[in-house]
């Protein structure tokens, strides 16, 4: 994370990053958590710590107002988990989910490193995971048409949306429906 980014953040009040860093402020020799809603300093007269402990032993006193020294370092894991999370409720639209995971704060490449560190892929693969998936259903168990799944799934054309479908699956969305279908009549559709 760059200085500026972390900058960025305090100005505003980004509960996001929070016990992702703190920042303190030489002139009152107070440390915050970037969420802090405190009047925002001078940027000349703070400095950034990764965790609390090494704001106090820099010899900086937690903020009373956001009792900064009740949260630590915050993994990883838990940006990870969060990114996740606004995956899944944003997968369909992806427009949406570029705003979402630019809401987290943190550059495009550091994001995608931190998400695949914890789930093998990038957060991309992921909503495209499961955006394969969605549409599998939708093929399989509903008569919509295949352009009406394009859109709901989150592609903004049928040719987009085909070209996706056959570069995972090695079939088109209609032979896809078209296989399953058939599956469920003759009844082995458990079995797959
Ligand atoms: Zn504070």
């Known amino acids: 994370m760059t200085e500026q980014e972390m900058w960025q953040a305090v100005l505003n009040n ?3 990053y929070d016990g992702v860093f703190f920042y303190a402020v030489k002139t009152t020799g107070i440390y ?3 969420s802090c809603k405190s009047k925002p300093p001078k940027k000349e ?19 009373k107002r956001c009792r900064s020294d009740l949260i630590d370092y915050q993994p990883m894991k ?4 969060d990114v996740k999370c606004k995956i899944e409720k944003v997968y369909r639209e992806q427009a949406d989910l570029c705003k979402k995971l630019n809401e987290v704060g943190i550059t495009g490449r ?3 490193d931190i998400f695949k560190d914890e789930y093998g892929m990038t957060p991309k693969a ?3 995971h499961l955006r394969l ?10 008569d919509k048409k295949v352009i009406d799944i394009a859109y709901s799934v989150g592609f903004g054309s049928l040719s987009a949306f085909y070209s996706f479908f056959k570069k995972e699956e090695k079939i088109t969305p209609s032979e896809y429906r078209r296989e399953s279908k058939n599956k469920k ?5 458990r079995h797959e």
């Open 185 to 189: 009549k003759t009844g082995d559709f």
């Open 133 to 142: 998936a969605e549409a599998k259903r939708l093929l399989k168990d509903t």
């Open 126 to 128: 992921y909503a495209d």
């Open 14 to 16: 980004d509960a996001g």
């Open 32 to 34: 915050c958590r970037p």
């Open 110 to 112: 550091r994001l995608a």
């Open 78 to 81: 838990q940006i990870a988990e």
């Open 45 to 63: 007269n703070i400095c950034f710590f990764e965790t609390s402990e090494q704001a106090r032993k820099a010899g900086f006193r937690p903020c």
